[in-house]
């Protein structure tokens, strides 16, 4: 389970702080920061589950990470769309 928790908290909390330093780095205003902010807070897609059964490359890890990223990203999305309408 400690590769799915790191996989969790790199894609939900991570994903979004590196986004916000992109955001002032490029000094990305407005509608478009509040997209690239809230788009990286995102679950990990079933695609990737998919493609792992497919492939037969860690199926049942692909799934978990998928499962709880979802789970997760309910109170974390939420975080960082208030986050969004603050900053920008």
């Known amino acids: 389970m400690k590769s799915v928790y790191l996989s969790v908290v ?7 702080v590196i986004s916000l330093a992109i955001i002032f780095i490029f ?3 407005g509608t478009p920061a509040q ?3 809230i788009a990286s807070a995102m679950p990990t897609s079933v695609n990737s589950s998919v493609i792992a059964q497919e492939y037969d490359n860690y ?7 998928v499962l709880f990223s979802t789970l997760f990203s309910a109170v ?11 900053l920008f």
Request: aromatic residues 4%; proline residues 6%; glycine residues 10%.
């Open 35 to 37: 997209a690239l902010l």
């Open 76 to 86: 974390s999305v939420t975080g960082v769309i208030y986050l969004a309408r603050l």
């Open 27 to 29: 000094g990305i205003e």
């Open 59 to 65: 199926p049942r890890l692909a799934a978990q990470i």
């Open 10 to 16: 790199l894609r939900l909390l991570i994903g979004p």
